[in-house]
């Protein structure tokens, strides 16, 4: 009923800069909140950054002052612009999207993109 496809993603060097799209599509009346997590290996899935409808963004302590999130509500889709980057940033992204279908009821579910690697190395 929703998918969510996540694009960017690579390989970038220690300092360099990387963003990532989330766009969703399909039975949408509206998005609430959109997000990034990111999950390293033999770690748990953390999140990176979230964004409302309304444009309010919260970050994780780790990349506050790195990281931009922004969104595009007429496209349904999400960025994350990622700077200084560091070999600890590297892990999958997942895009997170929260999505009433109708407007009426309760018709309202979360899903997930298929995630992105990211790698920060030399």
């Known amino acids: 009923q929703v998918q969510v496809v996540e694009s960017g993603g690579g390989l970038v060097q220690p300092g360099g800069s990387m963003s990532l799209s989330c766009a969703a599509s399909?039975?949408?009346?509206?998005?609430?909140?959109m997000a990034w997590y990111r999950q390293a290996p033999g770690k748990q899935r953390d999140l990176v950054a979230s964004?409302?409808?309304?444009?309010?963004?919260n970050y994780a302590e780790s990349v506050k002052r790195r990281y931009t999130i922004s969104r595009d509500n007429n496209k349904n889709t999400v960025y994350l612009q990622m700077d200084t980057l560091r070999p600890e940033d590297t892990a999958v992204y997942y895009c997170n999207v929260d999505v009433q279908r109708s407007p009426v009821g309760r018709d309202r579910d979360v899903y997930w993109g298929q995630g992105t690697q990211v790698t920060v190395s030399s």
């Open positions: 964004i409302t409808r309304d444009g309010v963004a």
């Open positions: 399909g039975r949408i009346y509206t998005i609430y909140t």
